[in-house]
Every structure is written in structure tokens, then in C-alpha cells.
């Protein structure tokens, strides 16, 4: 038992340690506990997980437990079927990306379903995890086409009480993708259409697709850290690299969370990089939400300026100067329709400057303000700003600036701008810019 713990323990301390700030973590934790037990997050698991990473899967999982969250998991076995299957000497047949499950292989089906369900559920227990087999009881099915696809079902009603009972008891609930008829017929359901169903019955926070990728790959072959779907979904289903399989895995999870609260996500990532995902701003793999409509203006005229005043202050934490929006003069401002995030660029010398880049705290790990940020980026060919120094965001400046100048009390950034004397400026302009922001708030 003793081993059990110290190897759980060692988890935690690796898993923290791959994370961002403490103020990151208990800013997620906060949020994430304050969602209802059965809506904090679905987890849905492909069997090549469960083959080739079931440490770091249950490792990960392990941890969300120990900091007081449950995830609900749901599972497939695809590799683990065909090679059962193939040792059966029943051959492999897909119609509509769908398996048909004869007769002679639901047998063969439920028993692989079965293994692989107890196999996490036992690798939990064995680090002092709570998890609970869930193998029936929760998909009421009908036949999809009992002549097309033998045994396959389709899902008309999703039982909560097994899941709910199950977190009533802090434990995990792990649940194998088995559909039965009234009759009480077995069927063999796809389990990406069952994580949907089930996704749709709960309506979860969080919804997590564990992969070997770690994420959807831009063409590059690089991680896409965020997708903000309302102003960039079109724009990547037109670009050439977006394959097939990538492209319909984009439209299943639009189509998911327009039928969702707008606070809900879904997360893409390692096993091994879920806590990391979950509890930090950058988080590891790809976060997709349906997200806002980015509001541009050219002046305060048709601003809701009570609302952008609270949202910066809030952001900052500071008050903001009670004649801002009289001294100040916009080029340029930015506003998510729900005044999550804003940016506020003014003139000056002749150069573009921003003033205020704000973005709530509840929207940091969302990837709103990274939305406002590229919109904002491809209208205006150049920039220059400044911020202070140990502001958490300079990590995100350095990666989108070209340079920067580190003064007594800020970092002054640039980016499009070549000519070191308009720099020299640019920073000359910085040093002596009034601030707008004062007090702290009460």
C-alpha cells in the first residue's frame, strides 16, 4: 500500500511540475470545482490509449481525483477488436466508417469491451484511485440497421443513475461503449457517437479527447495550441493541409458544441499532458471553443464603455483613470460581443501603439484573448507596446513581438517595425507615457 501512495505521490509532484503558475492552478481548480460533479469533464479514451499509454493515462486521471474532481471516462477498444476479431477469423468490414458486428461477434466484442474496462478500472485501484466498472445501464439503444450493420446500435436515451451513483461515491465512473435494446439485446455502439450522446445528456464543461497526436496539427505539423470557432473555423476548413480525418474531426466538434453552453470546451491532447491542459493558460494540446465574434471600432461611438471599463479593471485589478476615455483617443479597438477581451490601439508619432489588451481571467485559458490578439495582428502590420515587468502575459509577448527594450519599470515590445531610430522612439514614447491605471480595487 505504502508503494501505491509514494508512486501517486511522485505523479503529483511530476505533474505540477510540467505547470504554469500556482495562481493558474487554483484559478482552474476554483472554476472547475464550482461546476456540478457530473458536468466538470467527459473524458473519452481511443483504444490505442489504453494499449500504449495506460500509465500516463492513469496517472493523469489519478490526479484529477486527488485534487477533488471526477472525470466521467468513456472508452473504445478499435485496435484491440480488430486483433480479436482477426484471431476469431471474422473479418474486419466498415461501412460509414461504422464496424458491422455480426452475430458471431458481439461475443467477441463484449468480452474485448470488457477486458479493456477492467484493465483501467483495476490500474486506477492499484495507485489507491476510486473507479468504478460501468460495462451496461447507461445506453438504451435501438438497431441502426440490423440488416446494413448486424448489431449496432443507436442511442435513443442515456441513463445517468450508474454515472451519478458513481460520483455520489467520489469514484470514477469508466464506461465501456455497449448500447442495449428493451429487449435486452447487447449492441455493438460506436463510441464516438456514444461519448456525443453522452456529452449531450450531461452537458460537461470539459469535453477531452486523449490521442497519441496531442492535438490537431497545423500544416507544419505542429500543435494548433487554439481554436476560437466563430472567427476561424471557415478560414481552416479552407486551408489545403487541413486532411480529411482532421477535417472531419473539426466539424464533429463544431457540431458538438453548438449544441452546448458557451462556456463549454473541448480539450485535445496526451494522456500524459491532461492535467497540464486543464490547468494552465497555454495548456499542451488543442483547446476548441465556439467562442465570440470579435467587435471592431474605430472611435468610443457604439462602445458600451461601462462594460469595457469593468472588464479592464477587472483584468488588471487596478482602477482605471476616471477621464480615460475623454484623454484618450482611439485608432482602433477590439471587443469580444460579450466584453471578455478587448484591445485598445491609439496613435502615436505616426505608429500604431497599443494602450490596453485586457482579457478576464475566467477567458485566459479559452483562448479569446489569443483570438482578439490575431485579428487584431493581421490589420495592423505593425505595433509597439509596453508592459511591466513580471505581468504573467510577457511570455506570450515575447513570442509574438519582434524585439524588445527592457526599461527600469517596463518591457517595451515591437513588432513590423525595422528602423532602429523610430524604435529608439517608440521607446522614448514609452518612458514617459502617463500611466491610466492606479489603486488596486477594494
Not at 17 to 39: N, P, T
Request: neutral net charge; contains cysteine; proline residues 3%.
Amino acid at each position: 500500500m505504502m508503494d501505491a501512495h509514494k508512486q501517486l505521490r511522485q505523479t503529483i509532484v511530476r505533474l505540477l511540475s510540467s505547470m504554469g503558475s500556482a495562481k493558474e492552478i487554483h484559478q482552474y481548480l476554483r472554476r472547475f470545482s464550482q461546476v456540478d460533479a457530473k458536468r466538470f469533464a467527459v473524458v473519452k479514451v481511443g483504444g490505442a490509449v489504453l494499449r500504449d499509454d495506460l500509465e500516463a493515462l492513469t496517472s493523469s486521471l489519478a490526479f484529477l481525483q486527488q485534487v477533488g474532481l471526477t472525470p466521467i471516462v468513456i472508452h473504445g477498444a478499435g485496435p484491440q477488436l480488430d486483433e480479436a476479431l482477426a484471431s476469431a477469423g471474422i473479418e474486419k468490414q466498415l461501412i460509414d466508417g461504422l464496424r458491422v458486428t455480426p452475430t458471431a461477434a458481439l461475443a467477441v466484442v463484449r468480452r474485448v469491451l470488457q477486458t479493456q474496462n477492467l484493465q483501467l478500472v483495476e490500474a486506477l485501484q492499484a495507485v489507491d484511485a476510486r473507479a468504478t466498472s460501468i460495462l451496461s445501464g447507461v445506453f438504451d439503444a435501438e438497431f441502426l440497421d440490423r440488416e446494413r450493420y448486424g448489431l449496432v446500435g443507436r442511442i435513443h436515451r442515456v441513463e445517468l443513475a450508474p454515472i451519478e451513483a458513481s460520483l455520489r461515491a467520489s469514484s470514477i465512473p469508466v464506461i465501456a461503449s455497449l448500447g442495449e435494446t428493451e429487449a435486452g439485446q447487447i449492441l455493438n455502439i460506436n463510441a464516438d457517437f456514444s461519448a456525443k450522446q453522452l456529452v449531450h445528456a450531461l452537458q460537461p464543461y470539459k469535453i477531452i479527447f486523449l490521442t497519441a497526436t496531442g492535438g490537431l496539427l497545423n500544416g507544419s505539423g505542429q500543435i494548433i495550441d487554439s481554436i476560437n470557432l466563430s472567427t476561424e473555423y471557415e478560414e481552416l476548413l479552407a486551408q489545403p493541409w487541413l486532411h480529411s480525418g482532421m477535417r472531419l474531426k473539426l466539424q464533429q466538434v463544431k457540431k458538438l458544441l453548438d449544441d452546448l453552453p458557451l462556456a463549454s470546451s473541448v480539450s485535445i491532447t496526451r494522456p500524459a499532458e491532461l492535467a497540464k491542459e486543464l490547468f494552465t493558460h497555454r495548456g499542451s494540446g488543442t483547446l476548441i471553443r465556439r467562442g465570440e465574434k470579435v467587435l471592431h471600432f474605430d472611435s468610443w461611438v457604439g462602445i458600451d464603455l461601462d462594460r469595457l471599463r469593468r472588464l479592464i479593471e477587472y483584468s488588471f485589478g487596478r482602477k482605471l483613470a476616471s477621464d480615460y476615455f475623454e484623454k484618450i483617443t482611439p485608432y482602433r479597438v477590439y471587443i469580444s460581443e460579450n466584453y471578455r477581451a478587448a484591445m485598445v490601439l491609439t496613435q502615436e508619432q505616426g505608429r500604431t501603439y497599443l494602450d490596453k489588451f485586457a482579457v478576464l481571467d475566467e477567458a485566459q485559458g479559452e483562448g479569446l484573448g489569443r483570438a482578439v490578439w490575431q485579428i487584431m495582428r493581421d490589420q495592423n502590420p505593425e505595433l509597439f507596446w509596453r508592459s511591466q515587468h513580471g505581468n504573467s502575459v510577457n511570455s506570450f509577448y515575447y513570442s509574438e513581438a519582434d524585439g524588445f527594450y527592457k526599461q527600469e519599470r517596463w518591457k517595451v515590445f515591437w513588432y513590423g517595425i525595422q528602423d532602429f531610430h523610430v524604435i529608439e522612439s517608440c521607446v522614448a514614447h514609452c518612458v514617459t507615457r502617463p500611466a491610466t491605471l492606479g489603486e488596486g480595487l477594494s
